[in-house]
């Protein structure tokens, strides 16, 4: 008979698991590999609901159980306390819940949608291009936005800002055509572009979003044809704990 699991156990085994790898690991320590014996099969229950545990692609994931204590991914700990997850690679440092950091917690182009407008707004936001604005830097990974769109993401109140920069692609530099972006959290409206002209340089937003459960973002241009010109990257965008 499989055996069952509460969270609370469980994460009193993680932490305490975590406490003791700190006392033994000094700090900054190169990650190691090692061959252990574990056990599957494990139930785990979250007020009285069975969870099931996905990794950060939706595909399912096992709770293990090593020397009598259960471990699970901790990103899947983060979604079931409902707390965002960050890693440093620099550092090999994981944090749950909020974080102080010049580094977005997550970038928007790494995020899953909850819905958006149409086939266009699918294609902008699936294909983050490198981006050489109007002052001749280069944005790397940027949302290029050509289309008006709109796209909805589900924060669970997660997040304290949303925060990035908005340029106008150099290669644009002739067209007459404007956008504007705008930012709403549970439908009310909370940030609200200039108008993204030819001869508007870049924008450094920021959004606080303590509290949001939902996210929308839109871009909104008279543009009717790609071939016209305007292209407005949404850059270094992310979420902050």
Known sequence: MKRT???RGFLTGFLAAVLIFALATPAGA??????????????????????????ANGQPVEAIVYNG???LPLRAVAEAVGKPVYYDAA????????????????????????SISSQNAERILNKPQDVTDNLGDTHYGAILMDRSFNAVYKLNGQYSAFAGTLARRQLDSASQ????????????????SPE????????????NLN???????EYETRQTAVSFGL???LCEAGLYT
């Open 211 to 217: 509290g949001v459960l939902e996210m929308k973002i």
């Open 69 to 71: 204590s259960t471990y």
């Open 196 to 207: 993204m002209s030819q001869d508007q340089e870049p924008v450094d937003f920021h959004v």
């Open 30 to 55: 190169a990650l190691a590999a090692k061959t252990i014996k574990v056990y599957t099969g494990i139930d785990i229950y979250l007020d009285d609901a069975k969870f099931n545990p996905t990794d």
């Open 91 to 114: 550092t090999q440092s994981a944090y749950l819940g909020k974080h102080a950091s010049d580094t977005p917690s997550v970038y928007l182009k790494d995020m899953d949608y909850f």
């Open 231 to 233: 292209k407005c990257g």
């Open 5 to 7: 699991h509460n969270i």
């Open 177 to 192: 055509l404007t956008g504007v972006f705008r930012v709403y959290g549970d439908g009310k409206l909370l940030y609200t």
